[in-house]
């Protein structure tokens, strides 16, 4: 089992550990590798296995008006960092003060004060520090003056080009769903919390749950989509709707699901989607039976894309 802490100063230390070291958005198949080499090194060595993240993406404290979206909240970020293996994962949060810091003052801070590294392992692109001005070069030389090897993990790769969380956000926010997944090796996915809505969709005989998502959520270009639910354990199929529909100009929302073959009450819970195909992009019908038509037809698609 995975310990997870929010990794305070003053906290016991892991003692001797091999730290796998990122922001991990994504977890996608790279971070993942990583991860798993970490964790090997860590049973070689006879060392815990530490994963080191953050509670949020730094930009969202350094340069929020222009923080790129994400593709995990941390709920999510953690749940599938602790099922690559380690022995504990140490959530560092990111402030202000934190974004300030020097980067050799930040391994003592961060690194040392959590743990006695054996090993550290990064991607190859690592940065850290005030400005980002701490690289893999700097690490390794603070690694040589305290005893501890640095790693650099070389970038897997996918169709010719590495696998970044810059290139899944890209594919995300195009729509490119299935790309998206195969970078990420599952389904790219968005929480949100359901909340009342307009009743239009009810009102032509397909009742769908109007999502609110973090500010910061990776949601897909606006369309129609295919994906999958998951509602106390149970997997059901959904036609997913992303963006305000041209039908309804009045409408609050940008996400709307339809959960397929599930009837009950939904309020103010928070569901995991999972996008699993773009159907077609967001248009205008001539009247509601044109509509109520083309909602059937992706929902039987869905069904059939879901496999449930």
Known sequence: MTRIAIWQPGMPPYGRAVAALGVFDGVHLGHQALVREAVALAKAHDAS??????????DQVVAPASAAPQLLDLDQKLSLLAGLGPDAIAVMPFTQALAQTPPLVFLDEV?????????VVVGHDFRFGHRAEGD????????ELHGFTVVPHELVRAGGEPITSTRIRAL??????????????RPHQVRGMVHHGRGAGTGIGFATANLSVDLYS???APGVYAGRVSIDGAQYAAAISVG?????????????????GFDGDLYGRTLPID?????????????GASLAAAIASDIALARGIAGL
């Open 49 to 58: 296995s530490v994963v080191v993240t953050f509670d949020r993406d730094p």
């Open 111 to 119: 690194l040392l004060d959590a743990m006695t590294p054996v090993c």
């Open 136 to 143: 893999v070069t700097a690490l390794v030389r603070y690694g």
């Open 172 to 185: 995300v926010a195009a729509g490119d769903v299935d790309g998206a997944a195969t970078l990420l090796g």
């Open 218 to 220: 990776a949601l897909p």
């Open 244 to 260: 305000r529909p041209p039908s309804f100009p009045e409408a609050r929302d940008d996400f709307e699901v339809h959960v397929i």
């Open 275 to 287: 996008f699993l195909t773009r159907l077609r992009d967001q248009r205008l019908f001539e009247d």
